[in-house]
Every structure is written in structure tokens, then in C-alpha cells.
């Protein structure tokens, strides 16, 4: 029942957590490229997890900016707001008219299509998940025709090479689908940076703007001394190759996870121990309080 912790949104966070640890697993796929099953199956895997991650970052930043500022956000007149504000407000405003439209459709058509715009609103877990889940639908749709067309999926292919023969996996529409499917996943970190700005209304504690910049550079450092050596040993090695690219993919996991996820975890554990040490005290008999503070040494070193 702790209001903070309720801020910070558990549930999206613990499944934020564990789309990271299900693409964080996914990398070992890179290292079996023998079979047709890991070459099918690590794209869409680690895509669509990735995906849902931003997708979760956008639900949390839309939910907790519509419940903290619903006066400031959505009643502003444009005339007070710079561009990116301005295009911040579209977004806001469409993700609502998302969540109502997955309000309407659950009710069988009883809630009326209609964005609430009054200073009190009501933006449940359900609400924000589906806008992720509507969020995830092209990626997704993507993601399976890539897997169930034959010319498509990717399979194992075996190549002589200096060093014997070995294996890699390829496609004959390999890298654009590819390429599709990584401006599918890159495009909702974009969206979640534009409406975790700073607004009027939401204190910092709970923007996420730095976070993901931060996760983005760690990222950027990472990529910038492992991507240019794939290119140069290519997939003959193939541990070589499987490590590298698993670095770079944990490159962007790793910091999101930490500098998201455990920050508000270790704030949740921090909040769950003074609350027991509040209740603790609470449940000690007057005596017994009255005998700890008569106990209790002074700065001298002397029990008064």
C-alpha cells in the first residue's frame, strides 16, 4: 500500500525485468549457428523482447504523466509549450486514445470512445500494458512472417573456410529484414525519450529520460569496440563472432536493467525495511520503548 512504490509501477517493472532476462538468455542462441532451430528462432526471440521493453518504458512514462499531470499536461494551451512539448502532448493524447479504444473493446462496446481529460483519472495496470501490447502488434506480425516464410527464415548453412568447415546462419532477404526489424525495436526508445522529457507536473524521480541516455552511451562504447572487430574476423571464427555479438546485444540489456530496474528495487527494499522497523516499534509495549530511550547512550559515551 505504499504510494511511492505504487509510482514506480512493480508490475510493469518486473516484466520489463523479465523481457531483459528472456533476450538476455536468447544470446546463447548465438552460439549453437549449426542448427536451423537457434538461427529461426534468436531474431524474433530477442526483437520482440527488446521491443517490449520500450514498449513497457512508453506505458509507465504515459500512465505515471497522465496521473501527475492531467492539468498541466492536457489542458495547456499550445502557445506555452516549444515543439517538442507540443509533439510530446500528440503522443500522450494518442496512447490515451489507445487505452480507451482497449477500454471499449473489453467492455463489448459499454465504455464510451472518449479521452478523459478531467483533473481526477483512473489509469490501471491493464490500461497501460495493452497500449504496450497494441505498441508491440508490428514488430510482432513482423517478426512471425520473417519466421513462417521459407525464403525468409533464417537457416544454417555450412562454409569451408582457411580453417576447416563451419558453420553460420543466413537468409536470402538477410540484412533487410533484419535492418526492418532493428528500426522496429530502436523506434520505441525513441518514443519513451520524447514523453519522459521535462514536463510541467512530473518531478525527475520519475522521468527516465537519463536512464535511458545513460543505458544508450554505455551502449555506444560497447558497440564501438565490438561491432568493427566482427566485421574484421567476420563468422569464421564462430566463438569469436558468438561473443561479440552476444557483448554487443548485453551491451544495451545490462545498463537498461540497471539503471532502471534496480534503482527503484533497491528503493522498494529500502522502503520495505523502515517499514518493518516502524512496525516493530509500533508493536513494543510502552515500557519497553520507555526502557530503549532510558538505555541508550548519549554522545559522551554515558548512559543517562
Known amino acids: 500500500n505504499d504510494l511511492l512504490l505504487q509510482l514506480f509501477q512493480p508490475d510493469s517493472l518486473s516484466l ?18 549449426e ?11 530477442i526483437l520482440t523482447s527488446v521491443t517490449f521493453m520500450g514498449n513497457l518504458l512508453i506505458g509507465r512514462a504515459w500512465r505515471i504523466g497522465s496521473i501527475l499531470s492531467s492539468t498541466a499536461t492536457f489542458a495547456v494551451s499550445g502557445d506555452d509549450i516549444d515543439a517538442v512539448g507540443m509533439a510530446r502532448l500528440r503522443v500522450m493524447n494518442v496512447l490515451s486514445k489507445v487505452s480507451q479504444l482497449g477500454r ?28 504496450a501490447v497494441v505498441l508491440l502488434l508490428p514488430q510482432l506480425v513482423f517478426q512471425i512472417v520473417s519466421l513462417s516464410v521459407p525464403s525468409v527464415r533464417m537457416v544454417s548453412v555450412e562454409m569451408l573456410g582457411v580453417q576447416g568447415l563451419y558453420y553460420t546462419c ?6 533487410y529484414f533484419l535492418i526492418v526489424g532493428i528500426v522496429l525495436t530502436a523506434l520505441p526508445f525513441g518514443i519513451s525519450l520524447l514523453i519522459n522529457v521535462v514536463s510541467k507536473g512530473i518531478p525527475d524521480k520519475f522521468r527516465e529520460f537519463d536512464d535511458i541516455m545513460a543505458s544508450m552511451a554505455s551502449s555506444f562504447w560497447v558497440l564501438l569496440a565490438t561491432l ?14 558468438a561473443y561479440l555479438i552476444a557483448a554487443s546485444l ?8 540497471y539503471n532502471i530496474a534496480w534503482p527503484k528495487l533497491n528503493n522498494a527494499l529500502m522502503s520495505t525495511s523502515l517499514g518493518r522497523v516502524g512496525t516493530n516499534n509500533h508493536k513494543k509495549k510502552p515500557t519497553e520503548r520507555m526502557s530503549s530511550d532510558i538505555s541508550s547512550p548519549s554522545r559522551d559515551g554515558k548512559v543517562h
Open 35 to 45: 542448427y536451423d532451430a537457434t538461427c529461426a528462432l534468436r531474431q524474433p526471440i
Open 228 to 241: 568493427p572487430t566482427v566485421g574484421m574476423i567476420g563468422q569464421a571464427q564462430t566463438n569469436a563472432y
Open 104 to 131: 471499449y473493446v473489453g467492455s463489448c462496446g459499454k465504455t464510451k470512445l472518449r479521452v478523459n481529460t478531467g483533473i481526477r483519472k483512473a489509469i490501471t495496470f491493464a490500461d497501460s500494458i495493452f497500449v
Open 16 to 33: 520489463f525485468v523479465a523481457a531483459s532476462a528472456v533476450a538476455t538468455i536468447a544470446a546463447l542462441l548465438f552460439a549453437f549457428p
Open 170 to 175: 543466413e537468409s536470402r532477404a538477410n540484412p
Open 250 to 257: 548485453l551491451s544495451f540489456l545490462l545498463p537498461l536493467s
